[in-house]
T-cell receptor, first 114, second 108 residues
Framework: GAVVSQHPSRVICKSGTSVKIECRSL??????MFWYRQFPKQSLMLMATSNEGSKATYEQGVEKDKFLINHASLTLSTLTVTSAHPEDSSFYICSARAQGHEQYFGPGTRLTVT | EDQVTQSPEALRLQEGESSSLNCSYT??????LFWYRQDPGKGPEFLFT???AGEEKEKERLKATLTKKESFLHITAPKPEDSATYLCAVSNTGKLIFGQGTTLQVKP
C-alpha cells in the first residue's frame, strides 16, 4: 500500500521550454501533496504544498510563476517548470499524504535542461 | 527555529557490525518523527513514524527509538543491502523538516 508514482522518471529539455511532471497516488487518496527538489549529496528541499482544489502554497524563495502546481484530484498533482533554464536541472520528488502524518514519496524525476 | 541534525554524516560498517545513527531535533509541537531510507537516484522510502518519547518500532534489522531530544536508528547485524542514505525528519505543521542524512555503507 501507499504507492506514489511519478512520470516521467527522466526528462531532457532545451532551455526556454516547459516541462510537466505528474505525481499520482496509486492506492490511496492524497489530501495533500508536496513537491521537493534535491541537489546532489544534499537533503530534500520543500518547494510547495498543494491541497486538492486549492492553490498551492510555495516556500520562501520559490517562484510560483516558474513552478506551476496543479492538484486537480485526490490522486494527481502536476508540477510544470516553465521557461526552464540549466539552473533548474535537478531531481524533483513528490510526496503524498493521506489522513495520517506520514508522507509517501514518488521515485523522483531527473530533469536536465540543456 | 525548528531544526534536525543527523550524525554521523557517513558511516562504514562491516557486514554484521551493529551500530546506531543519531537524529537530534528541536521543534515546537512535535507531530511526529520520521525515518526514511533513500537509495541513489530514488525517492525516500518510508520506514518508521514515532510520536512520543519512549516509543520504539522495529522492522527486520532496524529499530527506531525516540526521546524528547533525539532519535536513534539502530541497525543490528547489517547486510550490504542495508547500504543507503537514512533520512530523519520531524513534523510540526504538517510539513517535514529533514536532516542532512547519514550515508551508510556496509561492506561484505
Amino acid at each position: 500500500g501507499a504507492v506514489v508514482s511519478q512520470h516521467p522518471s527522466r526528462v531532457i529539455c532545451k532551455s526556454g521550454t516547459s516541462v510537466k511532471i505528474e505525481c499520482r497516488s496509486l492506492d490511496f487518496q492524497a489530501t495533500t501533496m508536496f513537491w521537493y527538489r534535491q541537489f546532489p549529496k544534499q537533503s530534500l528541499m520543500l518547494m510547495a504544498t498543494s491541497n486538492e482544489g486549492s492553490k498551492a502554497t510555495y516556500e520562501q524563495g520559490v517562484e510560483k510563476d516558474k513552478f506551476l502546481i496543479n492538484h486537480a484530484s485526490l490522486t494527481l498533482s502536476t508540477l510544470t517548470v516553465t521557461s526552464a533554464h540549466p539552473e533548474d536541472s535537478s531531481f524533483y520528488i513528490c510526496s503524498a499524504r493521506a489522513q495520517g502524518h506520514e508522507q509517501y514519496f514518488g521515485p523522483g524525476t531527473r530533469l536536465t535542461v540543456t | 527555529e525548528d531544526q534536525v541534525t543527523q550524525s554521523p554524516e557517513a558511516l562504514r560498517l562491516q557486514e554484521g557490525e551493529s551500530s546506531s545513527l543519531n537524529c537530534s531535533y528541536t521543534v515546537s509541537g512535535l507531530r511526529g518523527l520520521f525515518w526514511y531510507r533513500q537509495d541513489p537516484g530514488k525517492g525516500p522510502e518510508f520506514l518508521f513514524t514515532l510520536y512520543s518519547a519512549g516509543e520504539e518500532k522495529e522492522k527486520e534489522r532496524l529499530k527506531a527509538t525516540l526521546t524528547k531530544k533525539e532519535s536513534f536508528l539502530h541497525i543490528t547485524a547489517p547486510k550490504p543491502e542495508d547500504s543507503a542514505t537514512y533520512l530523519c525528519a520531524v513534523s510540526n505543521t504538517g510539513k517535514l523538516i529533514f536532516g542532512q542524512g547519514t550515508t551508510l555503507q556496509v561492506k561484505p
